[in-house]
T-cell receptor, first 114, second 112 residues
Framework: DAGVTQSPTHLIKTRGQQVTLRCSPK?????VSWYQQALGQGPQFIFQYYEEEERQRGNFPDRFSGHQFPNYSSELNVNALLLGDSALYLC?????????????FGPGTRLTVT | DAKTTQPTSMDCAEGRAANLPCNHSTISGNEYVYWYRQIHSQGPQYIIHGLKNNETNEMASLIITEDRKSSTLILPHATLRDTAVYYCIVRVANFGNEKLTFGTGTRLTIIP
């Protein structure tokens, strides 16, 4: 049973560009959350998708947007990249049917903005 | 969600039990305590969670005080692979509130 997968593993972009990161949830999971982790910090919640809609959002600007597909996979899009967007982007999946559920994290995508 | 307080770092000898404390004095009755760990450059890994009873699984034990204001994660026989940052998180487990609020965690170093 494959866990959460993310692509690409690493990415280098230039300021002002746009980037799309991808996530496939663990089998049987219907909810996907995205987190940003700057160097030396704990992960910060960006937003969560359930039934193809954004259900909860953290304190991130509108430059950060996402999408969830019918197969539950998800994309994170970041527009007008800033140097400060350099971070590890983590995807986590969960099964909403289990209220006290644990979230399973993928290995992350390391984004470097130059 | 209630805030948590953890020591910045801890050391533990290999083979001994590692006891990681967490203070969550403002926890409310419907908030669960979760523990995750993050090994360098990897995604966080779920360890265990509980509401008020002590819990045990194949990875660890979670001891929650009777007043629920603090808890301890116990790794019974620490190995070098347990070196990681450990995060204690409290969260209301209800539909629509799934976000995890990570603090800075405890950096646990297992010493050979």
């Amino acid at each position: 049973d494959a866990g959460v997968t993310q692509s690409p593993t690493h990415l280098i972009k230039t300021r002002g560009q746009q980037v799309t990161l991808r996530c496939s949830p663990k089998s049987g999971h219907d909810t996907v959350s995205w987190y940003q982790q700057a160097l030396g910090q704990g992960p910060q919640f960006i937003f969560q998708y359930y039934e193809e809609e954004e259900r909860q959002r953290g304190n991130f600007p509108d430059r950060f947007s996402g999408h969830q597909f019918p197969n539950y996979s998800s994309e994170l899009n970041v527009n007008a990249l800033l140097l400060g967007d350099s971070a590890l982007y983590l995807c986590a999946s969960s099964d909403t049917g289990n209220l006290a559920y644990e979230q399973y994290f993928g290995p992350g995508t390391r984004l470097t903005v130059t | 969600d209630a805030k948590t307080t953890q020591p910045t770092s801890m050391d533990c000898a290999e083979g001994r039990a590692a006891n990681l404390p967490c203070n969550h004095s403002t926890i409310s009755g419907n908030e669960y305590v979760y523990w995750y760990r993050q090994i360098h450059s990897q995604g966080p890994q779920y360890i265990i969670h509980g509401l008020k009873n002590n819990e045990t699984n194949e990875m660890a034990s979670l001891i929650i005080t009777e007043d629920r204001k603090s808890s301890t994660l116990i790794l019974p026989h620490a190995t070098l692979r347990d070196t990681a940052v450990y995060y204690c998180i409290v969260r209301v487990a209800n539909f629509g509130n799934e976000k995890l609020t990570f603090g800075t965690g405890t950096r646990l170093t297992i010493i050979p």
